[in-house]
């Protein structure tokens, strides 16, 4: 049968494999990675801010953003934040000279203000948790952090011998390919049960447990809780935000005053306090544009369609688990704001773990 052209085309577009994205995947895999670092009185408040079909879990949700960003364009603006300036990988400015965009409308104001959004426990919570969820997702990808090219995405590379957007093989083909070369060994749970309760059958399963038995609870097992903090003083920190000097970033009425950290430290960045700081987390994830990310190639003016599925670039930022590790941090960091927000005090005391659960602990 002759389907009508517009139709064939849709089911066409259905077949050709979904490009995981960290819209997809990478997003996912954070929430996954995050969910298991809860603790457990936090992960039972979240099944009431949850939606049912989440199952109280934070990896359904983690993706939700991406998919109404066309329909709400408002939001499409908090998934990434440009620094004046910045052109990696030739020089690296996050913020020193400013912010392109209006004021606080970006990645690091998104997770700024649905991070108070949950705190102050406001109706709308469960939006504001779905776009925090995917936010911290973002901010763990290096060109969500840069505007050159936006973000890579007007820059063409070839992956396997295609032509397709340098953000692209961030977003998407990096992760896959980490996903398609995990070890076989990691089809077999995990011995611990806070990780395999968290997993959900999905086919980043075993890379997921790759992630957590190589680096979280081996190689980066004494960084975790480290991950999680926020500075407690910002002196050393040179001129953040110019525009913003003088100004208050939360000016409606009813939202909370500038916590006592900021009064007290005129430069603390107004997005930064104890319980979420997405510059200073920012800043050394930004800064991997200039040290690897980018590749020299790509410095030019009219950069040459290279190959980046080679040994020299993909293959070095496997061999030094660049993109398992940003995801772990992203998911453990989700985790730490999450348990301050929603975990029993009494809990997190008596447990006394720091700001995440440890894996090494099986409970
Ligand atoms: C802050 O977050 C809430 C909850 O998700 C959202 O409705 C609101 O539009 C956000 N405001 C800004 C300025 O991002």
């Known amino acids: 049968?002759?389907?009508?052209?517009?139709?064939?085309?849709?089911?066409?577009?259905?077949?050709?494999?979904?490009?995981?994205?960290?819209?997809?995947?990478?997003?996912?895999?954070?929430?996954?990675?995050?969910?298991?670092?809860?603790?457990?009185?936090?992960?039972?408040?979240?099944?009431?801010?949850?939606?049912?079909?989440?199952?109280?879990?934070?990896?359904?949700?983690?993706?939700?953003?991406?998919?109404?960003?066309?329909?709400?364009?408002?939001?499409?603006?908090?998934?990434?934040?440009?620094?004046?300036?910045?052109?990696?990988?030739?020089?690296?400015?996050?913020?020193?000279?400013?912010?392109?965009?209006?004021?606080?409308?970006?990645?690091?104001?998104?997770?700024?203000?649905t991070t108070d959004w949950m705190k102050d426990g406001k109706p709308g919570a469960e939006e504001a948790l779905k776009f925090f969820v995917h936010f911290l997702g973002d901010m763990h990808m290096p060109l969500h952090l840069t505007g050159r090219a936006k973000g890579g995405n007007g820059i063409?590379?070839?992956?396997?011998?295609?032509?397709?957007?340098?953000?692209?093989?961030?977003?998407?083909?990096?992760?896959?390919?980490?996903?398609?070369?995990?070890?076989?060994?990691?089809?077999?749970?995990?011995?611990?049960?806070?990780?395999?309760?968290?997993?959900?059958?999905?086919?980043?399963?075993?890379?997921?447990?790759?992630?957590?038995?190589?680096g979280v609870l081996n190689e980066w097992a004494d960084e975790v809780q480290e991950w999680t903090q926020c500075p407690s003083?910002?002196?050393?920190?040179?001129?953040?935000?110019?525009?913003?000097?003088?100004?208050?970033?939360?000016?409606?009425?009813?939202?909370?005053?500038?916590?006592?950290?900021?009064?007290?430290s005129p430069k603390v960045p107004p997005t930064d306090d104890a319980t979420v700081c997405p510059f200073t987390w920012g800043q050394p994830i930004h800064a991997l544009n200039c040290e690897i990310v980018w590749p020299r190639e790509l410095n030019s003016d009219n950069p040459p369609h290279i190959e980046l599925d080679t040994p020299e670039y993909s293959g070095k930022l496997k061999k030094q688990k660049i993109v398992m590790k940003l995801l772990a941090m992203g998911g453990v960091r989700m985790a730490a704001v999450l348990n301050e927000i929603f975990a029993d005090p009494e809990e997190v005391a008596a447990l006394q773990m720091g700001r995440v659960l440890d894996l090494k602990v099986w409970m």
């Open 156 to 214: 063409s590379v070839k992956w396997n011998r295609r032509t397709v957007k340098f953000h692209g093989v961030w977003d998407g083909m990096l992760i896959a390919k980490e996903i398609r070369e995990t070890p076989y060994k990691y089809e077999n749970p995990l011995p611990n049960p806070q990780v395999e309760s968290a997993l959900r059958g999905a086919i980043y399963d075993p890379y997921i447990r790759q992630i957590i038995w190589e």
């Open 233 to 264: 003083s910002f002196e050393d920190v040179p001129n953040f935000y110019p525009e913003y000097a003088g100004s208050e970033f939360r000016t409606q009425p009813g939202q909370i005053p500038l916590n006592a950290l900021r009064a007290s």
């Open 1 to 113: 049968m002759q389907l009508p052209i517009s139709l064939s085309l849709l089911a066409l577009v259905q077949l050709v494999p979904q490009v995981a994205a960290w819209g997809a995947a990478g997003h996912e895999i954070v929430a996954d990675i995050a969910q298991m670092h809860l603790f457990p009185s936090a992960r039972e408040a979240l099944c009431s801010v949850l939606p049912d079909y989440a199952k109280c879990q934070l990896g359904p949700v983690a993706a939700w953003a991406d998919k109404i960003k066309y329909r709400n364009r408002w939001s499409s603006e908090l998934h990434y934040v440009n620094g004046i300036g910045d052109h990696p990988g030739n020089h690296c400015v996050f913020g020193e000279e400013g912010w392109m965009g209006k004021p606080g409308i970006n990645l690091l104001g998104g997770i700024r203000n």
